[in-house]
């Protein structure tokens, strides 16, 4: 595991994207992992300012994301869809064809599951996977506890997430129970995983994940077993690692 460490938020947030960059340039059918929550907005608002300065080309980029909220519909502000149409997709040249997200209103959420799964099989796999990290290490939404042989599918959030991710919404009731996330096993087989953290409210979750024992308790730390993951931090994140 490797650790960039860098003075402020929006360092952190500008050499994560530089590092997508230069992967999308040397690959530009790359087929990325994407991930969504506060962290990645500095980073993917960075990317559409390459695309817009004619820098950066994602007319044959692929994408996956690591999950969405079980029946919140494309058009919902707080789905994942909105957010990444929002934050990215909407603002650069990729197909829309090419980007994918769990559907969380599939009548048959299982077998969307199942097809999703194969769908990055079909893909190719993914090249880079970007993460953010819960404050209890979850990875997408792979709440602590889950199993390192797990795949995209059905997950219950945690009284935290649900908590935590309330900010977002007007009311914590209206926060779904439910979210459909890939698996531990669906990121471990990204060929690359980068990811990115900020503010001391992670910097536990990090040294857990970085210096603690592989467990499912803390989610992020089965990328210790990753051949080739990076932790982008800023210096609040990084306060609790101990080197
Ligand atoms: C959500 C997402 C995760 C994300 C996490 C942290 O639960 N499912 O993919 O990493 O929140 O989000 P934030 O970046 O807002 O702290």
């Known amino acids: 595991m490797e650790l960039r460490v860098f003075d402020t938020r929006e360092q952190m947030s500008a050499a994560a994207a530089e590092f997508f960059a230069e992967r999308i340039k040397s690959k530009p059918n790359i087929v990325l992992g994407l991930a969504t929550g506060g962290t990645p907005v500095r980073m993917y608002a960075e990317l559409v300012r390459m695309h ?42 990729i197909r829309k064809k090419n980007t994918h997200l769990p559907d969380g209103m599939a009548t048959d959420l299982d077998a969307m599951c199942a097809a999703y799964e194969k769908a990055i099989k079909r893909a190719g796999g993914i090249d880079l996977q ?19 042989d797990s795949r995209t599918r059905v997950v219950d959030l945690t009284p935290e997430t649900i908590r935590d991710n309330s900010r977002f919404f007007t009311d914590e009731s209206e926060v779904p129970r439910k979210a459909v996330s890939m698996g531990i096993a669906t990121v471990l087989e990204a060929r690359e995983i980068v990811l990115i953290a900020d503010g001391d409210h992670k910097a536990l979750a990090v ?10 308790d803390v989610p992020a730390s089965f990328l210790q077993e990753h051949k080739k993951c990076i932790f982008f931090l800023d210096r609040s994140a990084a306060s609790r690692l101990s080197r």
């Open 52 to 93: 817009r300065e004619g820098k950066l080309d994602f007319s044959r980029v692929v994408t996956f994301n690591l999950d969405e909220y079980v029946g919140l519909s494309p058009d919902h502000d707080q789905s994942y869809r909105y957010f990444m149409d929002a934050n990215l997709f909407n603002k650069v040249n």
């Open 130 to 148: 970007l993460l953010g990290i819960g404050g209890n290490g979850h990875i997408g939404f792979n709440e602590p506890g889950s199993p390192s």
């Open 207 to 216: 040294a857990r994940s970085v210096e603690g024992k592989i467990t499912p």
